[in-house]
């Protein structure tokens, strides 16, 4: 549905200065139907990769495209949805006219802007919340309703910008469930962050950036089960307390045979699965 091929992004700021490579040669694609996250630490090139994607700044090299959006430009993009890194909300409006305000601006009709927002809204939990002011909003009701207007034009292709950004363990999780729940409902969503497990948990597929280079595209599980090592964890409980140990798959049943003579009660024996976090942390060194 997206696809990039081999884009480059440099900023040059005056002739004293070095240029900024921001993306680097930079290939991948996200397919119809999927969640993919866009990881990488501060300044590894997200938020410049997808203003190329939405056509906000232009790249140096190399070119986005979309398959199944549309036949030219304003096809494609009223066939997106975007929330920004840093989405601006007039405070003063409530979160329905702020809805309203929006989608007047591509152009839909009052009805259609309110029978979305009766389509959205319970889904994002936000629904009891709309006929307040946006000043009185956490920050989770404000991606929230910044997530709903990226809904309102009915986009095929959802793209937010740290959407996770800022929110409290429980609302990230709730905002990770509803991310899941409209990819459930037919959108395709691609969003960045630089928090490993929220990507982890959601995503079906991973795009790793590294100061602007990919460093890996592809499923979670892939990733994880190329990286496991051969090492078991056994965990037991000995003298009441509950203790662990890592051990070579190799030596696991000498391992095993040698706590139980102790008198330790075995509690699970399990491979021991990296986290994708300990990957990029290798991945990245
Ligand atoms: N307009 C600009 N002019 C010059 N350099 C820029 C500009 N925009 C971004 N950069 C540089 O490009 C690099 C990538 O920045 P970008 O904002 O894309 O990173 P990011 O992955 O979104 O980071 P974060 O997680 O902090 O949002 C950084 O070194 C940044 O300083
Ligand atoms: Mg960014």
């Not at 309703?145 to 937010?160: A, E, R």
């Not at 595209?217 to 990733?223: L, P």
Request: some cysteine; aromatic content about 10%.
């Amino acid at each position: 549905m997206l696809k990039f091929s081999s884009v480059t992004k440099v900023f040059k700021s005056d002739f004293l200065k070095k240029p900024v490579v921001a993306v680097d040669d930079l290939s991948f694609n996200v397919d119809e139907g999927s969640i993919v996250g866009f990881l990488g630490a501060n300044g590894a090139g997200k938020t410049t990769s997808l203003k190329i994607a939405m056509d906000f700044t232009r790249s140096t090299k190399g070119e986005v495209s979309f398959e199944g959006l549309g036949k030219n430009k304003s096809e494609i993009f009223s066939n997106i949805g975007f929330l920004p890194e840093r989405p601006y909300f007039y405070p003063h409006l409530t979160g329905r006219a702020f809805c309203h305000y929006m989608g007047k601006l591509v152009d839909m009709k009052k009805s259609k802007i309110e029978d979305q927002i009766e389509r959205w809204a319970p889904k994002l939990r936000i629904e009891f919340a709309l006929d307040r002011e946006i000043k009185t909003y956490s920050k989770g009701m404000l991606q929230r309703i910044g997530f709903l207007t990226t809904l309102l034009h009915d986009p095929k292709l959802i793209i937010l910008d740290e959407p996770l950004s800022g929110v409290d363990p429980i609302g990230r999780k709730e905002l990770k469930d509803i991310i899941y729940e409209v990819n459930q409902l037919g959108k395709t969503i691609f969003f960045s962050s630089h928090i490993v497990s929220d990507v982890e948990e959601v995503c079906d597929k991973v795009i790793f950036l590294k100061n602007g280079k990919l460093v890996y595209q592809g499923r979670v599980d892939d990733i994880i089960n190329k990286n496991i090592r051969p090492v078991t964890k056994i965990r037991y409980v000995l003298n009441n307390e509950t203790l662990s140990i890592k051990t070579e798959d190799s030596s696991k049943t000498m391992r095993l045979k040698e706590l139980i003579e102790k008198g330790a009660d075995i509690i699970s024996v399990e491979q021991d699965k990296p986290t994708l976090e300990n990957i990029f942390y290798n991945v990245g060194s």
